[in-house]
């Protein structure tokens, strides 16, 4: 993976940066994992402009499968050929013994770190909390290769990453504490991170914010897009690393349309309904509940919004 | 258990009612469950006052837990000695599996029902999606001894139950669909579905609403106070059903003053602290993360404030 080089990064540890695909997780028709899909949709985004996959983030679905299928999806992934250090899978869960048992089996299988949502079903809770939280995960977990990424998604999780909070976990575990996603779609926070905390690697959770994110010291992004389009995404982050401002405003300004017909319809169901018609195979389209698949006016209406941004999907592998 | 007899109840089929405890779940220092403390307290609750127990809800942390722990739980409690009908515990998870997995156990058991979170970290979802999540763990326990209390708590899960969703699960599930917890402290909103769906067991997560609830078509409650006060809810409960409403109403200003004392903190924490103090046990004061134990000073006032009310705790066993 590229290496981290703003100006703003005076740490001499440097931080893994770049596009990171938040993968879907392909299912059979009876809600079970489609691992040839999976091995094949992940070997295919890393061929096609992807540094990396959060694979188990939000538009995984990960809080939807049980540790057992959670550590059977990493398994499935390495196995099926993917690098490791690709890899930067969901683990944080609601509790600390899951957390714990997917943390541990990701860093014991040589991933490049981990994203980890606060325990997120008691709202309102403290950063006393919340830092008792992570720190008895990592203490537990007891492994000096560990790298952590915070994931702040107060939209989903209801339970944001202060800057503070943040501050105290990077005093308490430095070089642990890798980076954060931030996925609020507030800008300033995310700029404000990368800002902030030297050596932080802040990814954007949203399409829309690589180039400025990248321009103001963060490190890439981590989103769902990336699963149709990381090709264009990546086209913006080569363009940051060779310098040119005109290429990088250019290959933004085309990454942003395909978000905007993606995001007119629910995320992670519509991808899936992309990658059904781009495959041929419809099983694609099977989410778990509580999400629902698009019906057939839903998927025709993001077709057509998707083909009228001329994206076309890099061919299969 | 007592039966449910309100004139609203027009189904052949009786759903039980009465005061349960959203039983806490007692800590060692190191965060493992205290199975002794565990079942000296179910015990001890069903001995004063409770009609049955709600172990393993919000107030008993249950989303802290790994699926293990609330198997062992429930394992726990019933050996030693609680018997298993007077036990509806929480099963709700955020993955299909799990829920099943708990649900499935609870059934086996020999649990009186169980009290189900919807899926809870995608926000937004719609009934259709809630209505799939249900139906799936439904199905596939596929046990006609299986009672489902719906458990409708907007401000932690972030995930409401509609009367639609309601109406929908009791048109496809007669007889398996039980009830609902109503933690929304929206008092129109349990009446109504008092009203609106006879044979449903409405039952109140707020102690202040127990008298009202029974008045007008609910079963009961399950709340936390219980745990310090089920003693009070109970003579509510034993008032309304010899009819005597003014016993009814004295015996409800009483439950509500302990009930405004012990929100005034943290809630699980708080609880704790007092059963702390009633058993000299200090480790009783232990929560898991994301929750914190009161500090000294929160200990000291909800202790004077507790006092201030008169009640007393009964006896330890």
């Known amino acids: 993976m590229p290496v981290n080089s703003t100006p703003q990064d005076s740490s001499s540890e440097s931080t893994p940066g770049g596009v990171f695909a938040a993968a ?8 079970s994992i489609n691992r040839a899909a999976l091995v094949g949709h992940c070997r295919w985004l890393l061929e096609n402009g992807c540094d990396g ?12 499968f049980s540790v057992e299928e959670r550590i059977d999806v990493l398994d499935t992934v390495i196995a099926g050929g993917v690098p490791a250090d690709t890899l930067i899978p969901g683990t944080g869960c609601c509790s600390i013994p899951d957390t714990v048992a ?4 990701a860093v014991e299988s040589g991933a490049a770190g981990v994203l980890m949502l606060p325990p997120f079903y008691y709202k309102g809770v403290s950063d006393d909390g919340l830092f008792a939280a992570y ?8 492994d000096d290769r560990l790298r952590v990424y915070l994931y702040h998604f107060p939209q989903m999780s209801a339970t944001p990453i202060s800057y503070d909070l943040i501050e105290r976990l990077l ?16 800008y300033a926070n995310m700029a404000g991170a990368a800002k902030r905390f030297p050596g932080f690697g802040v990814l954007s959770g949203s399409d829309e914010f690589l180039s400025p994110l990248l321009r103001d010291g963060g490190v890439g992004c981590i989103t769902a897009v990336a699963n149709i389009a990381g090709n264009l995404a990546a086209d913006v982050y080569a363009a940051w690393r060779s310098n040119d401002g005109t290429a990088m405003d250019a290959a933004q300004q085309k990454l942003n349309a395909v978000r905007e017909a993606a995001c007119a319809y629910p995320l992670s169901a519509g991808l899936k309904d992309i990658m059904a ?5 419809k099983s694609w389209r099977t989410v778990r509940p509580p999400l629902v698949a698009l019906d057939a006016a839903q998927s025709a209406g993001l077709a057509a919004r ?3 941004t001329g994206h076309i999907l890099p061919p299969l592998g």
Chains 1, 2 share one sequence.
Not at 135 to 142: A, K, P, Q, T, Y
Not at 277 to 281: K, M
Request: aromatic residues 2%; negative net charge; without cysteine.
């Open 171 to 186: 005093t308490r575990y430095p070089g642990v504490i890798a980076g954060m996603k931030d996925s609020s779609g507030d």
């Open 53 to 64: 996959l959060a694979v188990l983030g939000t538009t995984g679905e990960a809080n939807s």
């Open 135 to 142: 720190s008895e995960v990592i203490d537990r977990v007891g």
């Open 306 to 308: 998707l083909e009228a």
């Open 24 to 31: 879907l997780t392909p299912l059979n028709p009876d809600l």
């Open 102 to 105: 997917l943390t541990r089996h």
């Open 277 to 281: 018609g781009h495959t041929g195979d």
